[in-house]
């Protein structure tokens, strides 16, 4: 293994175990001891360094040789994917009503909607996807590095958030808990969600359409394989 491969590899372990680091062990005595503001500073000041480090430390890592050859049918399925990341990237930011107070008191909320109904982390399962697709279409060493590290950020902060709001809410967060579902369309498949509760929304589903054609467009201007539905359509 190369030095650059070992510079990419302390790249993303500092950029994942900070952001482990600053979500739950370091966070309430930085709180504490600098204030809420400038603890939100601090974290926006090391997350976007953090990252910057990867990104120099990923284009200075060898192309490497692809493990496999990726054809139109896994070109289709990484397609099918994004536009299922996009659409639950875009309906994270519109919100769910239903979810538990978080002070844990007792309180009466609908059903989860929207893309919560599918998930109730649909932003951390749209980057997770996110990171799966493009190991899945670029499978080299450094890109299985960069997925794996997204893929365990966005996986393990979703149970760390999980565990902290179980800690926090009490029975509130288990009944939250007990009516969506931590993978994408687990309550579907096990009868505890209806499949018409599948439904994302209006909203989800056309902002979500067009950041996946969008984002797909843009790759070449970014130096990467045409992607999407611009394969076949041009």
Known sequence: MTGTMFHLMAALAVFVGTHFLLSHPLRRPLVGAIGERAFLGLYSVVAIATLVW???????????????????????????????AS???????????????????????????????????????????????????????????????????????AAGQ??????????????????????PFAGQITGRIPWAGSWPGRIALVGGTLVWLAATWAHPWLGAPVAGVWRWVG
């Open 54 to 84: 990867v990104y120099f430390a990923f284009r200075a890592a060898p192309v490497g040789q692809f493990l496999w050859s990726p054809g139109d049918e896994l070109w289709a399925l990484a397609t099918a994917l994004m536009f299922v």
């Open 87 to 157: 659409v639950l990237l875009v309906g994270s930011l519109i919100g769910n009503p239903a979810l538990p107070d978080p002070t844990g008191r007792p309180v009466t909320t609908p059903p989860a909607r929207g893309v919560f109904a599918i998930t109730r982390h649909p932003m951390m399962w749209s980057f997770a996807i996110w990171a799966a697709v493009h190991f899945m279409i670029s499978p080299r060493p450094a890109v299985f590095l960069v997925s794996v590290a997204v893929i365990v950020l966005a996986i393990g902060g």
């Open 162 to 183: 999980d565990a902290k709001k179980k800690r926090l809410t009490g029975e509130a967060w288990r009944d939250w808990a007990r009516r969506t579902a931590f993978v």
